[in-house]
């Protein structure tokens, strides 16, 4: 059977890793106080502002991505043979990452869209 051997991250990549968890929950507490996050549109489209239960959903992604990035850093310094529960929850936080903010966009974008039928007589 062969030995366990601990991962190993270069320690750049673990300095990277903590400026990125840092800039992402910088970004989820700025869009908290500020209450909204506006993605800006391509060429001539209208940018997406996230606010209420969007923006909830879109921290929680952030959120999620943060706990990763921060995760590769805890599984360097974590000796024990259990590289296999990190794996696990890495992809779990990846998941739950995407999925929160696509839903996010999504559901702004229904929020946003206006109503196909317009009824004139109804008061």
Not at 48 to 75: P, R
Request: glycine share 6%.
């Amino acid at each position: 059977m062969e030995e366990y051997s601990p991962n190993k991250i270069p320690k750049p990549i673990r300095i990277f890793n903590i400026i990125w968890a840092a800039i992402l929950l910088g970004l989820c507490c700025y869009t908290f106080i500020k209450g909204s996050f506006v993605y800006p549109g391509v060429r001539e489209s209208e940018p997406v502002e996230l606010s209420g239960a969007s923006l909830i959903l879109f921290g929680i992604g952030l959120i999620s991505s943060s706990l990763n990035a921060v995760l590769v850093v805890v599984d360097h310094y974590d000796k024990r043979d259990n590289e296999f529960l990190y794996k696990q929850i890495a992809k779990v936080l990846n998941v739950i990452s995407v999925v929160a903010i696509v839903l996010a966009f999504g559901y702004q974008f229904i929020v946003n869209q206006e109503s196909a039928v317009v009824l004139n007589n109804v008061r």
